[in-house]
């Protein structure tokens, strides 16, 4: 696993999660985080959409509450392929750059075009506390 070589920074807890079927729905991707024990450990989570098919792009971007349980998280599903639905795309999961922390993913997205209020709610990313989502800090600026 590639996270080995950042365990002396203990400022990491974003992590990019690389290889998720491209069928894969946001819904999907956070029933998996809660059937592995690992929903209420993040507060961020992100599965871009490919906004022609509106299916996802085969990744997802994911923030730890903190730098341990974003180690776990890395150890966990690096190599990860027990999908729900049928695939053999295997997990690969690096920390991710250059947005770490979950102020940097508030300020990235906050202002974005996939938080108006035309913008389909699957596309968005979303905010969790104890594996609940809640709102995402309003815009600083017009979208």
Sequence with gaps: CQAAAFTGDEQLTSVLFRNIPNDYTREMFLELLRQEGFLAAVDFVHLPLDPQ?????????????NHDF??????HFEGFSRWCVRSGKVAHLTWSKPAQGLPAYVARFRNSVLMRPDAPDEARPILLVHGQRVPFPAPTRRL
Excluded at 55 to 65: D, I, P, Q
Excluded at 70 to 75: D, G, I, K, N, V
């Design 53 to 65: 098919r509106g299916v996802g792009l085969g990744y997802a971007f994911v923030n730890a509450v």
């Design 70 to 75: 974003a180690m776990r998280f890395l150890e």
